[in-house]
Each structure stands twice: as structure tokens, then as C-alpha cells.
Nanobody, 114 residues
Framework: QVQLVESGGGLVQAGGSLRLSCVAS????????MGWYRQAPGKQREFVAG???????VYTDSVKGRFTISRDSAKSTVYLQMNSLKPEDTAVYYCNRLRDAAAWGQGTQVTVSS
């Protein structure tokens, strides 16, 4: 059974930084591309960033140059370093596989105040 546990969210002022972590269990982490997604109030969940097994990264335009995704296969963990945060980054952040999404975890709340 796949389990995804996100952490690291919080309340931060605009311009601040946060580092999110996601520990995955029940999957062979090293062979799975992983991604971060977010869902703001009243909006659909959207893709934020992804990283392949080979380390290739991709970002949605709104976070390019501010967010960095990374992974540690030894720890089955994917990270999202978020810098220069903006109020529009406020959302619940989730991780999941890039393909064949597993059941979503509880997510971690990120709130950016102006």
C-alpha cells in the first residue's frame, strides 16, 4: 500500500522560504518520477514541479526560478525548496508519482501572508 506523507508547511510572510518534504512508502521510490502539486481554496489541484528518476526537473511557469525540487532515493523522500514566496502560493501542497498517481496524502498547508 502506497503512503505519501508531506510535511514542512507553515505560515510565512511574502518573500520568505519554506522547505517541504514528502516521504513515500510502499513503492520502489528509485524507479518513480515524483512531483509536487497544490490546491488552493476553491481551485483544482495543479502541478507545481516534477523530477524524473534521472534527475530531470520541470516546473510550472509561475514557480520557475523560485522553487527547486530534489529527491533522495536512499530516504525515499522528495523535497520542494520554496523561495521568494508570494500570497498566490498559498495552498495545500501534495506529492505523488508523476505517472499512475497513488492515493493522495493529507498534504501540508502553506500560507503566505502579504
Amino acid at each position: 500500500q502506497v503512503q505519501l506523507v508531506e510535511s514542512g508547511g507553515g505560515l510565512v510572510q511574502a518573500g520568505g522560504s519554506l522547505r517541504l518534504s514528502c516521504v513515500a512508502s510502499g513503492i520502489i521510490f528509485a524507479v518513480n518520477g515524483m512531483g509536487w502539486y497544490r490546491q488552493a481554496p476553491g481551485k483544482q489541484r495543479e502541478f507545481v514541479a516534477g523530477i524524473t528518476t534521472g534527475g530531470t526537473t520541470v516546473y510550472t511557469d509561475s514557480v520557475k526560478g523560485r522553487f527547486t525540487i530534489s529527491r533522495d532515493s536512499a530516504k525515499s523522500t522528495v523535497y520542494l525548496q520554496m523561495n521568494s514566496l508570494k500570497p498566490e502560493d498559498t495552498a495545500v501542497y501534495y506529492c505523488n508519482r508523476l505517472r499512475d498517481a497513488a492515493a493522495w496524502g493529507q498534504g501540508t498547508q502553506v500560507t503566505v501572508s502579504s
